[in-house]
């Protein structure tokens, strides 16, 4: 069995109306969390990062959907997409280094070195543990 045009018209349409209620729902959902935090903004150098990995959500939505509609279009929007991507891995990566190095309102760098000093044998997750040899810390 075959799809002619008007079937293929038709999967067409219906495939954007259901990606772009999704689209919808995950936008209002992450943009009421964004506006939650802004609202209740207490603590600026964690809260700028977190408002920046919730917005992954929108971003990702809203390119989707658009490739979704304009296929021709869809490998400028994902390196778009994956250049946002880099962004939020750096604010990830940030946010977790202030989750651990954070104290009295400033980043303390030395408190994660402190730890990595104590910690002078590094090894491996399981299973390569049973292959490779422990590792030290270069200082």
């Known amino acids: 069995m075959t799809c002619d045009a008007i079937c293929q018209e038709r999967l067409f349409y219906s495939n954007v109306v259901i990606s772009g209620i999704f689209m919808l729902c995950a ?3 992450s943009l009421n969390q964004v506006f939650k935090h802004l609202k209740h903004f207490t603590n600026e150098f964690f809260q ?7 917005l992954m959500v ?3 939505a809203l390119t989707s959907f658009l490739s979704n509609i304009w296929m021709d279009w869809s490998a400028y929007l994902v390196v778009i997409r994956d250049i946002y991507e880099a962004f939020f891995i750096y604010h990830f990566f940030t946010l977790l280094l202030a989750y651990l190095a954070y104290e009295n309102n400033e980043l303390r760098l030395g408190r994660v070195y402190q730890f990595l000093e104590h910690k002078t044998l ?18």
Not at 48 to 54: D, G, H, Q, S
Not at 122 to 139: A, C, G, M, S, W
Request: no cysteine; glycine share 0%; hydrophobic share 50%.
């Open 122 to 139: 590094l090894y491996h997750l399981f299973p390569f543990d049973k292959v490779l040899p422990p590792y030290r810390i270069q200082e």
């Open 48 to 54: 700028e990062r977190i408002v920046a990995i919730i």
């Open 27 to 29: 936008l209002a959902i």
């Open 58 to 60: 929108p971003f990702y």
